[in-house]
């Protein structure tokens, strides 16, 4: 069923990113997506950014031409919502590295809140473009989390990608989770870095969706639909599958390399 | 355990449940996935000559376990891509039953010859989409087109051609009829029913298309009523479609004249592993009322005596085959 909630605040996050919050009462867990409506244009799949109590929130980056539109949307604005849907992090880990790429630190940010609520230990290696782009970094520090960054010009942090951020993070500490969101080819690559420690993975995949209801199959990966199956998915399901971190499916469904 | 193999328009499926056009259809491991968990056969998303995106979300409106509302848009990767999902499924050993839309008897004949030709072991015709401008029921309401796309295709390749059938229209019995003067080796009814959603608060339809089609166990009566008044009509087998939820909805299906159901808003509603079930639940309750073959039941609701409540019947009751 549809709930349709006036947005109640708007964040602007960092310059290509937004946060909407708006009231929606239903249990949501970490990982959990919604169908975000936007009356008169589209509605899309937005991993929650904010989880816990009665105010919800989502975290958009300024992409396609819909997720502009969702940028555009003001407080008090009418939205749709429908959800929450999809898989959580298991958040029974106590030391727990995050890896987050770009927008990918949305969904993370409440897992992380979950897991420092329990008291477990959270490393985040957060990676952006450049350092006005590094999302939820102060969120993660105010939550007690330790915070690494990489971007891409090295205007903070290391420069490169956060995938070496990842990999030193990995030698040096004794983690039992890592939770990762991001492009998919760098999630490959900290899958890869965390199977030579033996640490289980989940990543959060995205992908493109109608129905949210694992019946269309828009956002079919391999044997798996992203909607139901995941969007979080422990990693030793997703490595075997050929098109993850290489094709995605467009709209038609028409396989397309990332 | 009762046997649930059927034999329809020449092939041979180890069960009745078909994957329905448009559920896990836009993959070939998903319809290998669906065939993994159970069905009989599994049929394409319905294919056009050229990619569409389909309309924009929202797509679906949901009603709990009743059904939901769907326009999808008859989104689909094209002709030319879409084998290679095929292949996918065949490896996997499905029977695939191919479905294709297009806009007249022209485009239907060269679509199925391109599908037909990708080890498809039948072909379904989507002559029933409420939803798609210029496709679907906009070609598919009068008999007389019908007869003439059927007729086309049938002209253009070897195997089993089944026309799905809409329900809006007055007479959809008609449109059975038509299919089978036209050539067809069965018909599917029925695909979904026209229908609308309204949002009060933001004063406008919920689905971005406006109208929709209804499906799931809502319209349940409505396929039952499609099938048999089909039954009466046509010599050719049915396939039941129309909220079939359980092995006593696909019964149902079959003693109204259905020989196979597809099942595809259930899969919303349960997951794939509802194909196993079915399956395991329609065995049962076969037994239970002393069928022996599913085959058996076909039609028999039609002028077929009361049988005595609850326990195994004569086998006289069961003897009319159509």
Same mark, same amino acid.
């Given at each position: 069923?549809?709930?349709?909630?006036?947005?109640?605040?708007?964040?602007?996050?960092?310059?290509?990113?937004?946060?909407?919050?708006?009231?929606?009462?239903?249990?949501?867990?970490?990982?959990?997506?919604?169908?975000?409506?936007?009356?008169?244009?589209?509605?899309?799949?937005?991993?929650?950014?904010?989880?816990?109590? %009665?105010?919800?929130?989502?975290?958009?980056?300024?992409?396609?031409?819909?997720?502009?539109?969702?940028?555009?949307?003001?407080?008090?604005?009418?939205?749709?919502?429908?959800?929450?849907?999809?898989?959580?992090?298991?958040?029974?880990?106590?030391?727990?590295?995050?890896?987050?790429?770009?927008?990918?630190?949305?969904?993370?940010?409440?897992?992380?809140?979950?897991?420092?609520?329990?008291?477990?230990?959270?490393?985040?290696?957060?990676?952006?473009?450049?350092?006005?782009?590094?999302?939820?970094? %102060?969120?993660?520090?105010?939550?007690?989390?330790?915070?690494?960054?990489?971007? %891409?010009?090295?205007?903070?942090?290391?420069?490169?990608?956060?995938?070496?951020?990842?990999?030193?993070?990995?030698?040096?500490?004794?983690?039992?989770?890592?939770?990762?969101?991001?492009?998919?080819?760098?999630?490959?690559?900290?899958? %890869?870095?965390?199977?030579?420690?033996?640490?289980?993975?989940?990543?959060?995949?995205?992908?493109?969706?109608?129905?949210?209801?694992?019946?269309?199959?828009?956002?079919?990966?391999?044997?798996?639909?992203?909607?139901?199956?995941?969007?979080?998915?422990?990693?030793?399901?997703?490595?075997?599958?050929?098109?993850?971190?290489?094709?995605?499916?467009?709209?038609?469904?028409?396989?397309?390399?990332? | 355990?009762?046997?649930?193999?059927?034999?329809?328009?020449?092939?041979?499926?180890?069960?009745?449940?078909?994957?329905?056009?448009?559920?896990?259809?836009?993959?070939?491991?998903?319809?290998?996935?669906?065939?993994?968990?159970?069905?009989?056969?599994?049929?394409?998303?319905?294919?056009?000559?050229?990619?569409?995106?389909?309309?924009?979300?929202?797509?679906?409106?949901?009603?709990?376990?009743?059904?939901?509302?769907?326009?999808?848009?008859?989104?689909? =990767?094209?002709?030319?891509?879409?084998?290679? *999902?095929?292949?996918?499924?065949?490896?996997?050993?499905?029977?695939?039953?191919?479905?294709?839309?297009?806009?007249?008897?022209? *485009?239907?004949?060269?679509?199925?010859?391109?599908?037909?030709?990708?080890?498809?072991?039948?072909?379904?015709?989507?002559?029933?989409?409420?939803?798609?401008?210029?496709?679907?029921? *906009?070609?598919?309401?009068?008999?007389?087109?019908?007869?003439?796309?059927?007729?086309?295709?049938?002209?253009?390749?070897?195997? =089993?051609?089944?026309?799905?059938?809409?329900?809006?229209?007055?007479?959809?019995?008609?449109?059975?009829?038509?299919?089978?003067?036209?050539?067809?080796?069965?018909?599917?009814?029925?695909?979904?029913?026209?229908?609308?959603?309204?949002?009060?608060?933001?004063?406008? =339809?919920?689905?971005?298309?406006?109208?929709?089609?209804?499906?799931?166990?809502?319209?349940?009566?409505?396929?039952?009523?499609?099938?048999?008044?089909?039954?009466?009509?046509?010599?050719?087998?049915?396939?039941?479609?129309?909220?079939?939820?359980?092995?006593?909805?696909?019964?149902?299906?079959?003693?109204?004249?259905?020989?196979?159901?597809?099942?595809?808003?259930?899969?919303?509603?349960?997951?794939?592993?509802?194909?196993?079930?079915?399956?395991?639940?329609?065995?049962?309750?076969?037994?239970?009322?002393?069928?022996?073959?599913?085959?058996?039941?076909?039609?028999?609701?039609?002028?077929?005596?009361?049988?005595?409540?609850?326990?195994?019947?004569?086998?006289?009751?069961?003897?009319?085959?159509?």
């Amino acid at each position: 069923m549809r709930s349709v909630v006036r947005v109640s605040q708007r964040v602007q996050e960092t310059p290509s990113t937004v946060t909407l919050r708006f009231p929606f009462d239903a249990k949501a867990a970490p990982g959990q997506f919604v169908m975000l409506w936007i009356p008169g244009d589209d509605e899309l799949p937005m991993s929650l950014s904010y989880t816990e109590g %009665d105010s919800k929130g989502v975290t958009v980056k300024a992409m396609g031409d819909t997720s502009r539109r969702i940028q555009s949307v003001r407080v008090g604005d009418p939205v749709g919502i429908r959800g929450p849907y999809g898989t959580r992090f298991d958040v029974a880990a106590r030391n727990i590295l995050i890896v987050g790429g770009g927008s990918g630190a949305a969904v993370l940010a409440p897992a992380a809140d979950r897991a420092r609520a329990g008291r477990a230990s959270v490393t985040v290696a957060l990676g952006a473009t450049t350092r006005h782009e590094l999302l939820f970094a %102060d969120r993660f520090r105010a939550m007690g989390a330790r915070v690494e960054v990489a971007t %891409d010009d090295g205007s903070e942090g290391e420069r490169g990608f956060v995938t070496g951020v990842a990999s030193r993070l990995l030698g040096a500490g004794a983690f039992d989770a890592v939770w990762t969101c991001g492009p998919e080819v760098m999630m490959r690559k900290v899958i %890869d870095a965390a199977a030579v420690r033996r640490v289980p993975v989940a990543c959060a995949v995205e992908r493109h969706m109608k129905c949210a209801l694992g019946m269309c199959d828009a956002c079919a990966l391999g044997p798996f639909h992203v909607c139901t199956d995941g969007p979080v998915f422990d990693a030793g399901r997703l490595v075997d599958v050929p098109d993850f971190g290489r094709y995605h499916r467009d709209p038609s469904g028409r396989r397309v390399p990332f | 355990m009762a046997d649930l193999t059927v034999r329809l328009a020449g092939l041979t499926l180890r069960n009745p449940f078909v994957l329905a056009s448009g559920i896990w259809g836009e993959s070939g491991e998903s319809l290998a996935g669906a065939w993994h968990a159970g069905a009989g056969a599994v049929v394409t998303k319905s294919i056009g000559s050229l990619a569409r995106s389909g309309f924009p979300n929202p797509t679906v409106e949901t009603y709990g376990r009743w059904g939901m509302l769907n326009a999808m848009g008859l989104p689909n =990767p094209g002709i030319e891509e879409y084998p290679r *999902e095929i292949e996918v499924a065949r490896r996997a050993g499905a029977p695939v039953i191919g479905s294709v839309f297009g806009g007249d008897a022209e *485009e239907f004949a060269r679509l199925a010859a391109r599908i037909g030709s990708t080890g498809v072991v039948a072909i379904e015709l989507n002559l029933s989409c409420p939803h798609a401008e210029g496709f679907g029921t *906009e070609v598919g309401s009068e008999p007389r087109d019908v007869e003439a796309i059927v007729r086309a295709v049938v002209r253009e390749v070897r195997i =089993p051609v089944i026309a799905k059938i809409t329900p809006n229209t007055s007479d959809p019995e008609a449109l059975a009829a038509a299919a089978e003067r036209g050539g067809a080796a069965a018909v599917s009814a029925i695909n979904t029913v026209r229908g609308l959603a309204i949002d009060v608060r933001l004063r406008r =339809p919920v689905l971005a298309h406006g109208l929709g089609g209804l499906s799931g166990p809502a319209i349940k009566p409505v396929g039952l009523a499609c099938v048999w008044q089909a039954f009466g009509k046509v010599g050719i087998p049915l396939i039941g479609i129309g909220g079939i939820a359980s092995a006593e909805d696909a019964l149902e299906y079959v003693m109204a004249g259905a020989r196979a159901v597809e099942v595809g808003t259930a899969v919303a509603v349960e997951g794939i592993g509802v194909f196993g079930r079915l399956a395991r639940d329609l065995s049962g309750l076969l037994d239970e009322l002393g069928i022996a073959r599913l085959e058996d039941a076909v039609g028999i609701a039609h002028g077929a005596p009361a049988p005595p409540v609850g326990g195994a019947s004569s086998d006289a009751l069961l003897t009319r085959s159509p």
